[in-house]
């Protein structure tokens, strides 16, 4: 599963600004089972291990790229927000804030 790049742990997004999340594609496996990408927002609250997931940020990109861009959605402010990645296998990234 390809390593989330960006966000970073505390990283700070604004609703309604354009951002672009990134992730580690070189060791990317020969045989990709499903190339289609997808960003989805969740959150993690600490003492939960689960990834209560919400809103499709982006999706049908392909998962070689590396990076897509995107406006960050209105949602209430927290620091406890993750971005999952959907693709060959799913990947979370640190928690960070909007």
Do not use: C
Request: hydrophobic share 35%.
């Amino acid at each position: 599963s390809p390593r989330i790049t960006y966000p970073i742990a505390g990283s700070t997004w604004i609703s309604g600004e354009m951002t672009t999340v990134t992730w580690d594609t070189t060791d990317a496996p020969v045989n990709i089972t499903n190339p289609n990408g997808r960003v989805v927002l969740g959150q993690k609250t600490t003492g939960d291990d689960s990834e209560h997931l919400g809103e499709v940020l982006a999706e049908n990109f392909s998962i070689l790229d590396g990076n897509i861009s995107f406006t960050i959605p209105n949602v209430p402010e927290s620091d406890d927000y993750i971005i999952v990645l959907f693709g060959d296998s799913g990947n979370a990234s640190p928690k960070f804030n909007i």
